[in-house]
């Protein structure tokens, strides 16, 4: 993993420090909190167990609500994905401040369906805006995407599939199996770029 900070130090962090993202559980963004939080005691303590287990990942329908929760002093650490639209804003934000940066991939993106569901040749795709790209590129011959569905989250998308409201969802492995659904694509991971921002 590649990671820096803006002052080249990376502070250590309270044990029971709080981590907000995008959600719901099953997201890039929660396995990318993740992946801090156990890379951040690596680089503090030199160990992966530095007493973390007293920390939480909370998660939220947007990353706006997420960062709304570090101005107000819910949550110490907001994680966002650089791909996100929005991120402009949380740069400009007076009241968050850049922590450091971390380039990781992400989980493997694949179009997902329900289990013995047959597909027409021509089918919605509900996902997240940021992966959209993928879906010209995974979508399998003989299959035609009609129109892309904007989701909170691609484990929202596969969460609106499991549920019938849509056939095909872009979404993550962690979360096409968290709402039983299958892969009827080639699939492949992200390198993705993600800010950590504290209160200023």
């Given amino acids: 993993m590649t990671y820096f900070t803006v002052n080249g130090d990376i502070p250590s962090i309270r044990s029971s420090s709080q981590i907000s993202t995008l959600g719901p559980s099953g997201t890039s963004s929660e396995h990318a909190a993740r992946y801090f939080l156990k890379s951040f005691g690596t680089k503090s303590f030199g160990t992966k167990s530095f ?110 599939v499991e549920n019938g409201d849509y056939d095909v969802a872009l979404t993550t492995h962690s979360a096409a199996e968290k709402h039983n659904l299958v892969f009827f694509s080639n699939q492949r991971p992200i390198e993705m770029v993600w800010t950590v921002f504290t209160h200023g």
């Fill in 51 to 160: 007493g973390t287990d007293n920390c939480r990942i909370l998660l939220y329908p947007s990353y706006r609500d997420a960062a709304r929760s570090v101005s107000v002093g819910e949550s110490e650490y907001l994680v966002v994905a650089n791909a996100f639209h929005g991120i402009n804003d949380f740069y400009m934000d007076p009241v968050l401040s850049v922590h450091s940066v971390f380039l990781m991939l992400t989980p493997q993106y694949g179009l997902a369906k329900r289990p013995g569901d047959f597909l027409r040749s021509q089918f919605e795709v509900i996902s997240h805006p940021a992966p959209v790209p993928l879906i010209a590129e995974l979508m399998p011959p003989r299959h035609k995407c009609a129109g892309i569905v904007a989701a909170n989250s691609t484990a929202a998308a596969a969460s609106a």
